[in-house]
């Protein structure tokens, strides 16, 4: 048990839909993240939040929109993706992101865009 | 611009010893660390250097050299439930680069 827990575990999704992927934890941090894992590339970084505030946007395109309204939550929006956006969507937290602290990953949401 | 080089592939015995390289240039640098991430499962942290040398925990230590840019993530006595990908990543001001990960196949 990381103290990272993310919902979905799966999801297809078609182009035209709109979904959310939802991230809690329970570990008292103050930094959230947003990561992309695609077979054979890096985890690409996507979204960061500092107590509550968005601190990184890394050129995400915005068919992706985060939300955290509080330090233990974090959302990611999709809508009107392509299938390239098919990937593993980890979360992540810290105790906080301006200092380097080891950051606790949750499962991931595998998902699949027909 | 900032990059990290490990290599995607390495292949070691059980019992043996195994150091898994990673080079990297980055701006703001303020640490690097090394994950570790079975298939299907989430990267979870092995170790953190921001100072120049060795730290050892247990069957594992990491190496760092920021003059060269380059650490290396040494496992000791190998065994079967090391077989994973091991991620390295550096640090600065708000913001994380992940190496590639190197994939590591411990055979019996």
Redesign the interface.
């Given at each position: 048990e990381?103290g990272?827990t993310q919902t979905p575990r799966h999801l297809v999704m078609g182009m035209t839909n709109k979904k959310s992927l939802k991230c809690e934890q329970h570990l008292g941090h103050n930094a959230m993240?947003w990561y992309k894992q695609s077979a054979?590339?890096?985890?690409?970084?996507m979204f960061?939040y500092?107590f509550k505030e968005q601190?990184?946007n890394n050129s995400v395109p915005s068919r992706f929109s985060p939300e955290c309204p509080n330090s233990s939550h974090l959302f990611l929006h999709l809508h009107t993706l392509q299938p390239e956006d098919s990937a593993l969507y980890?979360c992540a937290s810290s105790q906080e992101?301006?200092?380097?602290y080891?950051?606790?990953?949750?499962?991931?949401t595998r998902l699949t865009v027909t | 611009g900032q990059n990290?080089d490990q290599p995607t592939e390495m292949t070691a015995t059980e019992g043996a010893i195994v150091q898994i390289n990673c080079t990297y240039q980055t701006s703001g640098f303020?640490?690097l660390?090394w994950y570790q991430q079975h298939a299907g499962?989430?990267?979870?942290?092995l170790s953190?250097n921001?100072l120049d040398g060795l730290e050892e925990k247990g069957r594992f230590s990491s190496f760092l050299s920021r003059s060269k840019g380059y650490s290396y993530l040494l496992l000791k006595e190998l065994q079967m439930k090391d077989s994973a990908s091991y991620?390295c990543?550096t640090?600065g001001?708000?913001?994380?680069?992940?190496?590639?990960?190197t994939r590591l196949k411990v055979l019996a």
């Open positions: 990381t990272v993240y054979k590339k890096p985890l690409e970084l960061v500092n601190t990184e980890l992101s301006r200092v380097s080891e950051q606790y990953f949750g499962p991931g | 990290i303020n640490g660390f499962e989430a990267p979870t942290f953190y921001v991620l990543a640090s001001t708000y913001k994380y680069i992940f190496g590639t990960g």
